[in-house]
């Protein structure tokens, strides 16, 4: 969204698109917000940038021309783009916060028809350029709660879990065409019989999350699950992240086929190129093991329902990168662990008809 506010960096977004398009991926993450940052959507309480919003308006107009569908994300736990930090703000700036905690973004009423009325003005906002309304687009794959929500006052989880149940039953009462995901991390919290042997370390069960508990509700129809063992772990060698890697990945799928339910997507993994001794053949590592615990579920067609790499990048796009960003046809063995991953789901799942021509050109070359 930011890319299409400026008219110079427009043409970015079809570049990116078109570069999705060719690999073979089908859906791109992104986000939906922006509050009360530089070019913000949101730049008070309900109050939004009409040139800004006609920006995401274009990046929805040009997926729809690639065949890209989207995955948005409604707010961050995080600062970037302003986040619940913004939003707790505004709410103690204008006398009715109840706490300057970040956490009370969850619990606080008035912040809570915030983000309400957030979430409504989006959903129902009508493309100035398609002419269709956000909740009826199908160029538009699902909705995300929130960015990797935390709450570390409530240990328990019970604050977030209700926040969850109320705002995933009020999307749901605007719009029941699109799934929803939450944007989960995917700790086990402290009531979890995983807590002990799948979290990445102690520190993970106290966070006010609990997968299995935050993604059970009817009105979720997908769970979401992050991984970044440089985050996690400290002192692991690259083998010790990747036994994990796999083990976390498969832990949850599990719980998608057996207790959930649902699909469960990847919808954030990374590999930092900060790691002393980095060497790009253990992103390749990485990425390759990330790709075949999916096949792996998907050969069985079980709950793996995908994976979204942390992040994908055009030249040009520098100032944007972080130590996780790829530009990937700039490493010709990334690109092609890539392609290769697309090709076998394209032959274990079926394509789309958006990219039938295109998967078809493309895995016919291998």
């Known amino acids: 969204m930011e890319h299409a506010v400026v008219d110079h960096s427009r043409p970015r977004i079809r570049e990116m698109l078109q570069a999705a398009a060719k690999m073979g991926l089908t859906v791109c993450r992104t986000w939906a917000f922006n509050d009360g940052d530089y070019n913000a959507l949101q730049v008070a309480p309900g109050q939004f940038d009409e040139r800004v919003f006609k920006a995401l308006d274009y990046v929805i107009a040009e997926a729809r021309q690639v065949g890209i569908r989207l995955l948005f994300s409604l707010v961050n736990n995080l600062q970037a783009y302003g986040g619940k930090t913004k939003y707790v703000k505004w709410a103690w700036d204008e006398g009715v916060g109840l706490s300057a905690s970040n956490d009370s973004f969850f619990f606080d009423p008035s912040i809570r028809l915030y983000f309400k009325s957030y979430v409504k003005t989006v959903l129902t906002r009508k493309n100035t350029i398609t002419g269709v309304v956000y909740r009826d687009d199908p160029t538009i794959f699902g909705w995300e709660l929130i960015n990797e929500p935390r709450c570390i006052t409530d240990a328990s ?173 700039k490493r010709a063995s990334t690109y092609e662990i890539i392609i290769q991953h697309t090709c076998r789901l394209a032959k274990a799942h079926g394509t789309i008809t958006s990219q039938k021509e295109n998967l078809k050109h493309l895995c016919n070359q291998r």
């Open 157 to 329: 989880g019970d604050t977030l879990q209700d926040w969850i149940e109320e705002m995933s039953s009020f999307v749901k009462s605007i719009d029941r065409k699109h799934l929803l995901t939450i944007g989960l991390e995917g700790f086990y919290g402290p009531n979890s019989p995983k807590k002990d042997t799948v979290n990445p370390e102690f520190w993970a069960a106290d966070l006010g999350a609990d997968f299995i508990r935050n993604s059970a509700p009817s009105t979720v129809d997908f769970a979401s699950v992050h991984i970044y063992p440089d985050h996690w772990f400290k002192k692991k060698t690259l083998e010790g992240k990747l036994m994990f890697v796999a083990k976390w990945m498969r832990s949850h799928i599990e719980d998608g086929d057996q207790v959930l339910k649902k699909p469960v997507m990847f919808t954030e993994f990374g590999l930092s190129d900060l790691n002393k001794g980095f060497d790009p053949l253990q992103r390749d590592r990485f990425y390759r093991t990330v790709f075949d615990v999916i096949y792996e579920s998907a050969k069985k067609k079980g709950a793996g329902g995908g994976s979204f790499a942390w992040q994908f990048f055009v030249e040009g796009m520098e100032d944007y990168n972080d130590d996780f960003g790829i530009v990937p046809w």
